[in-house]
């Protein structure tokens, strides 16, 4: 506590060098509360969009798909166990039936997904409504697409595509599909080089009555771990690689704040290091008072240390406003974004957990604990009579 | 009858290296001082005047011999040990004042106070009572640097005064003070010397500080030259 007293005494004392270094602090503190806050703003914006957009509270899984394995979905269909069906038929689960096929806009091939959806489900916020056919003839086919695809394939509302499939019997068919919509989503894998039609329709183009590729689960619903060799893929599971790019980037985030830190705690280092050359006579004073020198380096150290408590300080008094302004109205993210890969809004909302802030606060606190205490070690080496003469080089 | 001893210098001899060799500062000192004695070591520079007092400050310790201070062994006593007794039983006053900048004259006075963790109302009286001991008590809030040398070495007094230390130990008090202020801090000294029974030893060679003295103490290339006490009256 006395040290502490006095720590504050000497930092106010100090004047404009310790407030340039809480400052400095203080910026550090704040860059790194909003890089990971914007981090876990996108992660948790991501994961929430990727579920209601594409993978819902879980799916099941036909034995043969594996979505990283194109070769495997020709053949990855089959009827839906009757457990199952019941979980469709009570608005638990929705069936979806993926075929590879391509497509030929404005005479160009491109390779597609065709997924056939129920243009009644609830569970994934893909506008299937639109779906409904409402037109006598009986060639039409109603397709949406996303507009990442749409601005790929130069495809518009209202513009007829021909897209060409193999049946269940390995046989090549084709026809034409009608764009009744472009949606808009952050979920790239929900979006490009995707068409999606009824799932009848697709069913009937196919010859897979009644067969689905894969079920997503509603919120809820419980699914059977395992039926008919379909097996029950949870979020976690299906999260996977979008908490692994997350991770990455956290990893990327991690190097900068630490640049940053690094570059505030060399301001206290050197401060530190500067301390203790110039207030050797004060060091010799404190001693012949009647300090010990364990305490004169713990008064060094928590001087030092205090630079972070009072950057912590300035950095809520300044950043948090500034961070809830953030939050408020969110970061913009630049076009090109869209392309990465990963869920990404048009703006993300920064998340600013307890468990970010206080982890940063201990990390700011104790990593300049560290930089404070190393030069401080010198002093227990000091001769009190050299130090009182201020005769130590 | 006699006050009792509070420091004992037996055979005390220091050395400290000097490139291959080694430089004795101090020769085989025998010396006692008695409480309540205001005392001084005279001599030239480099005669061991400060190595004497820094050992009796124990702040150093003797290369060989031994010095007791208020019953305890120098030698012998750990880091914490010896930074209890000076908390405790020793004040120190500087040649150079060596007030803590950042503080002002009552937080500067109050330092000695903290390490002993008493009260806030026991220290703000001990401190108030130190200032005006010193005549002080209306400059408590200003800076050091707002003061003159006659000042701040009247704030270094009041600091080694106020936890009313058994010993004073002061480094040539008066090098950096003029004639009018050197006599008013070796009389404020003095005065508390008679008040307060504390043991004071100066190291100087001011002769307005020495004409104060009741025992002079003459070193000379590291060993006593001569002890002279005035005689009372």
């Not at chain 1, 020709?74 to 590879?100: F, V």
């Not at chain 1, 004169?296 to 205090?306: A, D, R």
């Not at chain 2, 270094?156 to 008066?174: G, H, N, Q, Y």
Request: glycine share 8%; net charge positive; hydrophobic share 40%.
């Amino acid at each position: 506590m006395l040290e502490l007293k006095l720590a504050f005494k000497n930092l106010y004392g100090s004047g404009l060098r310790t407030w340039l270094n809480v400052t400095v602090l203080s910026i550090a503190f704040v860059i790194i509360l909003f890089y990971n806050g914007m981090l876990d703003g996108w992660n948790m914006q991501a994961q929430r969009d990727t579920i209601d957009w594409e993978i819902g509270s879980g799916q099941l899984w036909h034995p043969g798909y594996d979505p990283y394995d194109p070769y495997t979905f020709a053949d990855a269909h089959s009827s839906i166990p009757p457990e199952i069906s019941t979980l469709i038929e009570r608005g638990d689960a929705a069936s979806i039936l993926l075929t590879q096929a391509t497509a030929y806009p404005g005479g160009r091939m491109l390779n597609t997904l065709i997924k056939g959806i129920d243009p009644n489900q609830k569970i994934l916020k893909i506008p299937s409504e639109l779906l409904t056919a409402d037109n006598s003839d009986p060639d039409y086919i109603p397709a949406i697409i996303g507009r990442r695809f749409s601005q790929s394939a130069r495809l518009k509302e209202g513009d007829r595509v021909l897209v060409r499939w193999r049946d269940s019997n390995g046989t090549f068919d084709a026809r034409e599909v009608t764009i009744v919509s472009v949606f808009q989503t952050n979920v790239p894998t929900a979006d490009l080089n995707q068409i999606y039609i009824p799932l009848e329709r697709l069913r009937e183009m196919t010859s897979m009555y009644n067969e689905a590729t894969l079920v997503v689960l509603s919120q809820g619903a419980v699914a059977p771990q395992q039926y008919g060799g379909w097996s029950y893929r949870d979020n976690d599971y299906l999260l996977k690689d979008l908490k692994d790019i997350m991770t990455a980037k956290k990893g990327g985030s991690t190097v900068i704040s630490g640049l940053l830190l690094a570059i505030a705690l060399l301001a206290i280092f050197d401060t530190q290091v500067l301390s203790i050359f110039r207030r050797q006579k004060e060091i010799g004073t404190y001693i012949a008072l009647g300090m010990t020198r364990k305490k004169v380096v713990g008064l060094f150290t928590i001087e030092g240390t205090t630079h972070s408590l009072l950057a912590i300080l300035l950095g809520m008094i300044w950043g948090v406003p500034f961070l809830l302004l953030l939050q408020k109205t969110g970061i913009p993210m630049p076009a090109s974004a869209d392309q990465a890969g990963i869920a990404i809004a048009d703006k993300i909302t920064p998340y600013y957990g307890a468990g970010m802030i206080l982890t940063s606060v201990i990390l700011v606190v104790l990593s300049s604990l560290v930089v404070s205490y190393i030069p401080t070690r010198r002093i227990s080496r000091m001769r009190p009579t050299d130090a009182l003469r201020g005769k130590i080089v | 009858m006699e006050n009792p001893i509070i420091v004992t210098l037996e055979k005390v001899t220091k050395r400290f290296p000097a490139g291959k060799t080694q430089f004795t500062a101090l020769n085989k000192i025998e010396l006692t001082f008695r409480k309540g004695e205001f005392s001084g070591l005279v001599g030239p520079s480099g005669s061991g005047k400060t190595t004497l007092l820094n050992i009796i400050g124990s702040l150093d310790c003797p290369s060989e011999g031994v010095a007791t201070v208020l019953g305890k062994n120098i030698s012998s006593l750990s880091h914490k040990e010896s930074a209890e007794l000076r908390n405790y039983g020793i004040g120190f006053i500087f040649q150079t004042y060596n007030l803590l900048p950042v503080y002002n004259v009552y937080d500067n006075v109050e330092f000695a106070l903290l390490l002993q963790k008493l009260s806030g109302s026991q220290r703000k009286k001990a401190v108030m009572d130190a200032l005006e001991w010193v005549g002080l008590a209306d400059r408590a809030k200003s800076k050091p640097s707002t003061l003159s040398g006659g000042e701040c070495q009247r704030v270094a007094i009041a600091r080694a005064m106020v936890k009313k230390p058994a010993l004073v130990l002061a480094d040539e008090p008066s090098a950096n003070l003029d004639s009018q202020n050197s006599h008013m801090i070796v009389q404020t000294m003095k005065r508390l010397n008679k008040e307060l029974n504390t043991t004071f030893i100066f190291s100087t060679h001011d002769e307005k500080v020495m004409q104060y003295l009741d025992r002079i103490i003459y070193l000379k290339d590291g060993m006593v030259e001569r002890d002279e006490r005035k005689s009372e009256g």
